[in-house]
């Protein structure tokens, strides 16, 4: 599995768009920063797969319905399959993030 990118590809119920991987390895890996000219925010969006994030540096505020999460340098959050999230770099400074997207199948059958 190589690590790429983020690029968010939406739809209008806010799902993500994006083929992870391989039916037989259904996942991928993104790095992201958050706070450049090009990604000033992760808008709000689902998909059906799980995601580990990681921050490996500056500051990140995620946002899922009802509660907000401050993930600092090394934090981490875990996103449940179908849960609407959102994040925002959260001190205005640059912020990297490393996330693993898959298929919960992938660990429990």
Same mark, same amino acid.
């Given at each position: 599995m190589? /690590?790429?990118?983020?690029? &968010? +590809?939406?739809? #209008?119920?806010?799902?993500? =768009?994006?083929?992870?991987?391989?039916?037989?390895?259904?996942?991928?890996?993104?790095?992201?920063?958050?706070g450049?000219?090009?990604?000033?925010?992760?808008?709000?969006?689902?998909?059906?797969?799980?995601?580990?994030?990681? /921050?490996t540096?500056?500051? &990140? +505020?995620?946002? #899922?319905?009802?509660?907000t =999460?401050?993930?600092g340098?090394?934090d981490?959050?875990?996103?449940?399959?179908?849960?609407?999230?959102?994040?925002?770099?959260?001190d205005?400074?640059?912020?990297?993030?490393?996330?693993?997207?898959?298929?919960?199948q992938l660990i429990?059958?």
């Amino acid at each position: 599995m190589s /690590v790429k990118p983020c690029s &968010l +590809k939406i739809n #209008v119920r806010q799902y993500e =768009i994006d083929n992870r991987g391989t039916p037989m390895f259904p996942c991928a890996g993104y790095i992201t920063t958050v706070g450049n000219h090009n990604t000033e925010s992760i808008p709000w969006h689902w998909h059906e797969e799980v995601e580990v994030m990681t /921050v490996t540096s500056g500051v &990140l +505020k995620v946002d #899922v319905p009802n509660h907000t =999460i401050i993930l600092g340098e090394g934090d981490a959050a875990f996103i449940n399959s179908s849960i609407l999230h959102s994040a925002v770099n959260a001190d205005n400074s640059i912020c990297h993030i490393k996330s693993f997207v898959f298929n919960p199948q992938l660990i429990f059958g």
